[in-house]
């Protein structure tokens, strides 16, 4: 990796490419059987009990107004870290798939357009032209607001015997939030990279 260039992670929601910087990303893990919450808001499906804590996932797929998509043997969840009260909290995100970790030189980054974009400008940092179009460097701090991480965060799982239904099914790809992307493999490929 070559001076001044960043890390990111690219995954795809719908026909739409997005990256966040890599070292915001915890980990990835299979989508497994999300529990929904009555009082949460549509863009969130629901928590996951990630070894032992209450982790929301958000759709941004619905965050964003993007066509839905049905959940594959390739849809995961991406834990990132997001700013709350300064404090980092970790927030689960549904990709329908996840591409790679690919070093980015800031001078190729261009600034999000005023419009033709579907996603809000505030939400991006940046875009980078690929051959498949553009990839959108989201701002994660600001694709949520404060009040809604604060909805996200707070919510807890309802008891199990709330009633069927509660959660959804696992795809046959793998077991139950097994891990698919560590944060310390993110890191230490970032470290390598740096190094070289």
């Known amino acids: ?55 929301p996932v958000v759709d941004l797929g619905t965050k964003f107004g993007l066509p839905a ?33 690919t070093a980015l030189p800031p001078a190729d980054v261009e600034p999000p357009p005023p419009f033709g974009s579907k996603i809000r400008i505030e939400f991006l940092v940046g875009l980078y032209r690929t051959e498949r179009g553009f990839l959108q460097l989201l701002d994660i701090d600001k694709v949520l607001s404060t009040d809604e991480l604060l909805a996200a965060t707070s919510l807890e799982a309802p008891p199990e015997d709330a009633g069927a239904g509660a959660a959804e099914p696992a795809p046959a790809n793998g077991a139950e939030g097994e891990e698919i992307f560590g944060q310390s493999e993110a890191h230490e490929e970032d470290r390598e990279q740096r190094s070289e």
Request: glycine residues 10%; hydrophobic residues 45%.
């Open 69 to 101: 998509v049905a959940t594959s043997r390739r849809t995961c969840i991406v834990v990132i870290e997001v700013a709350l009260a300064g404090e980092q909290t970790a927030m689960g995100v549904v990709a329908d798939a996840v591409q790679e970790v």
């Open 1 to 55: 990796m070559r001076t001044g260039e960043q890390q990111y992670l690219t995954f795809a929601i719908g026909e739409e490419e997005f990256a966040v910087p890599v070292l915001r990303v915890r980990e990835i893990v299979t989508y497994g059987p999300v529990t929904r919450v009555p009082s949460a808001p549509p863009w969130i499906r629901g928590v996951v009990n990630l070894r032992g804590g209450v982790v």
